[in-house]
């Protein structure tokens, strides 16, 4: 049984989705932040960094996003949700999976930590901005008018780019980038998303189109 | 043929490392950075992203060191430097290279960016330094007495891991890290690594033992 260690409002949310959109079976283990937003000191007790997503399957555990989509794709994905390994699209698929943590979403961490300094924050701001800025029009003019970021169907490329989407747009909104806007409002309409947030409870990362 | 855009002084001296251990043809494009320390911006002709590395191997072209390490090992390696697709090790392995850009890197470039506030930066220095110490001390631990991050060779793992530690040290010292110290003395011994100094030129973010 897999066992998903699911802190509210954090990155957990995409393997949630992931596990539906796999229909397989596993266990949530819920965590909720203090009251100064972090991590409580009871995931140290799961993974010594002390972050989430954490999942566990049999003797096996793995603490940062990107491997474990990778994990569950290639171990409960009977060949979907990604590229065979080998081809062009499969290399494509690689890359997104690592640029989401490791670039897109690192100036979007700048600006949510450097929010906390006010004033003493504001120079950097323009720098932070502006790499923003890039990674969005180059996800925007990538994913172009294709439904999904690799190939005509989900892949766990989607499913790691959706969540800094929607990190995208609770801090700065998505005006400038309607193809994204929609993307991730594709990505909200699909029913194992709403069955994630159902079994995750409380999302405060996405805004419904109603709002 | 492979080529890679190399920027001085920044991630792809990690590329010239591998493609050296690998024993690959390549070819480099030198880049250098501006007088505020970015990149030029001749590298957004080679990729919309402009930043470095960037390899391109016939029509393709990775931007992002994770994705990049692991195509040319697989496509290059021979079966060498990751373990087999499918394994525990191999998992190990692939959350180490999602792990070093996605999570461990991130609060030193934090610490990188707010140091350019001076005192305004100052009331997030605690958080920066305490997350820098987590990953480092996780590290250092998992790391233990063992000569490389996976099992008993070099993999792309090491490849992508020295970086970290070699920002590390060059932001706040590893002191406190004496494992983390010593592995990357071993790295910097390896023929291989100093082949690939040699090829990328001044490099900036390693101390020699002799300093």
Chains 1, 2 share one sequence.
Not at 153 to 162: E, K, V
Not at 192 to 198: F, P
Request: proline content about 5%.
């Amino acid at each position: 049984m897999i066992i998903i260690h699911h802190l509210n409002n954090s990155r957990s949310q995409r393997i949630l989705w992931l596990l539906e959109e796999l229909g397989a079976d596993y266990e949530i283990k819920f965590y909720q932040r203090n009251e100064i937003n972090r991590a409580p000191p009871e995931l140290k007790q799961a993974h010594p960094l002390g972050k989430s997503p954490i999942i566990e399957d049999g003797n096996f555990k793995i603490a940062e996003s990107g491997a474990a989509v990778d994990y569950l794709i290639r171990t409960y994905g009977g060949g979907k949700f990604m590229p065979a390994i080998g081809t062009d699209s499969y290399e494509r698929y690689n890359e997104w999976m690592h640029y989401a943590e490791g670039s897109a979403m690192v100036p979007l961490l700048m600006k949510l930590f450097t929010s906390l300094l006010g004033e003493g924050g504001e120079p950097i701001q323009p720098i932070i901005d502006a790499e923003i800025d890039l990674h969005l029009g180059y996800m925007e003019s990538q994913l172009g008018d294709n439904l999904f970021f690799v190939g005509d169907d989900l892949t766990g490329a989607d499913i790691m780019l959706t969540f800094i989407v929607e990190a995208a747009e609770s801090r700065i909104g998505l005006k400038n980038y309607p193809k994204l806007e929609a993307y991730a409002a594709r990505m909200h309409d699909r029913p194992a998303y709403q069955r994630g947030l159902e079994k995750g409870g409380p999302y405060e990362l996405i805004r419904t189109r109603k709002d």
